[in-house]
């Protein structure tokens, strides 16, 4: 019998067809695949599945609790009041969102392609690897990352309408509402001897790899950044988004791990006057809050912009984010002969390379990235052109990071 906290043994190729089994997405009821990894046969941990029954009249919203808090002059409560409304009805059901009778929560779907697609156990896709010393500074290693994200029932409805054909993807259609909201989970494989705030943090068992696109094997990853998103239109002034981050510190009051996640800050907007020469303080900036009182060691982003750990430095959430659009024109991270415009408050609808043709993913780096690996499956071939026309090589070129598994 599998132990699910064993690594998964070595096998010929032969002995490994015999072992496995396969069931293709169809015979599940799924328009979308959940992973491309195999499912063992004598696997009895969970298995992801994608929550993609997206709802096909829009959706009440429902309760906003962050309504009664100015994200402004109380972003700690507010935040909390995000974190606290992500987490109901699925911490109990270890986050299997079609188990929570609370509220609905849904998937963006093609996340499972290419060497950091969707593990099988938890959905989890490979982020960021964290380069030594940027967790603690007694961490020497480097070490993969894995996440899984999913958003609120107004956000499902979005991410149905883009999908309604599922072999023709439509940008056209993005405009999130009010209220929509996303999280993400962030794991690292990271051990607690080099990261010790670790500490008793939350443990899943995931088919992981140590090093970006590295072989996967069955292994213990820790809960150690949470990502929030809120629609929030008191922001619309900047960018009509609210992102947060929380980190997870094992010398936090609280009796369990998600207690003791602590917020990083939040940011409503990309303060653009800001520049990199002015990075030794957070001072300076307007549109972002940074917790005085956070626990342990973390990078922030350019000149103190918000960041997770597991973030790049060279940017920050919402300048990563505002690049979401079809077709894509530029890197996520910044280019270094013109930085500053990536420091722009793009508005919710906005492209950040506007054009002909050029649609806003209303800052959804999950659906960027499912529709360029949508595309890079789907080539459009010659024959399918008009006799005459040029052919179009793919528009969507791969979302670069800016290292070769950089991941906001």
């Known amino acids: ?41 004598m696997w009895t941990g969970p298995v992801f599945k994608l ?18 808090f100015n994200f402004k002059t109380q972003p700690v409560q507010y935040l909390q009041s995000v974190l606290s409304y992500c987490e109901e009805g699925n911490v109990n059901v270890d986050w299997q969102l079609e188990k929570n009778t609370v ?25 960021r690897s964290s380069r030594p010393h940027e967790l603690d500074p007694g961490q020497t290693g480097s070490f993969a990352n894995w996440a899984v994200g999913f958003y609120n029932a107004p956000g499902g409805y979005v991410i149905g309408r883009v999908w309604k054909d599922p072999n023709s993807p439509n940008p056209a259609v993005v405009s999130f509402p009010d209220g929509t909201v996303t999280c993400k989970l962030l794991f690292t494989t990271a051990p607690v001897a080099q990261v010790p705030y670790l500490k008793n943090s939350f443990e899943w068992q995931a088919n992981a790899s140590t090093t970006s696109g590295g072989p996967r094997s069955i292994q213990t990853v820790r809960l150690l950044q949470v990502d929030v998103a809120v629609r929030d239109s008191r922001a619309n ?13 094992g ?100 492209a950040f390379d506007p054009g002909p043709g050029q649609h806003s993913l209303g800052y959804s780096l999950q659906l960027a990235l499912g529709i360029e690996r949508f595309q890079t499956a789907h080539p459009v071939h010659p024959s399918a052109l ?14 670069n990071r800016g290292d070769e598994d950089d991941n906001n």
């Open 237 to 249: 002034s900047t960018t009509g988004w609210v992102f947060g981050t929380f980190v997870y510190d």
């Open 103 to 127: 509220r609905n929560w849904y998937h963006a779907p093609w996340l499972h392609t290419t060497a950091n697609g969707r593990e099988f156990v938890h959905g989890l896709t490979g982020e």
């Open 386 to 399: 008009a006799p005459g026309a040029a052919v179009s090589p793919k528009k969507t070129k791969p979302i």
């Open 251 to 350: 010398n936090a009051a609280g009796a369990t791990p998600w207690d003791r996640l602590v917020p990083v800050g939040l940011m409503w907007g990309n303060d653009p006057t800001v520049t990199e020469a002015e990075k030794t303080s957070t001072t300076h900036l307007t549109q972002t809050f940074i917790n005085p009182a956070v626990g342990p060691p973390q990078h922030l982003g350019r000149a103190g912009r918000l960041n997770g750990p597991v973030d790049n430095p060279k940017s920050s959430c919402l300048s990563c984010h505002s690049t979401a659009q079809v077709e894509a024109r530029s890197n996520v991270l910044p280019d270094a002969n013109d930085v500053m415009r990536w420091f722009r408050n793009i508005k919710a609808t906005e």
């Open 1 to 41: 019998m599998f132990l699910r906290n064993a690594p998964l043994p070595l096998l010929s190729l032969a002995g490994l067809a015999l072992f496995l089994c396969v069931e293709p997405p169809s015979a599940r009821g799924q328009t979308f695949p959940s992973s491309n990894d195999t499912v063992p046969s």
């Open 51 to 68: 929550r993609q029954d997206y709802p096909k009249a829009k959706p009440a919203v429902g309760p906003k609790p962050w309504k009664s």
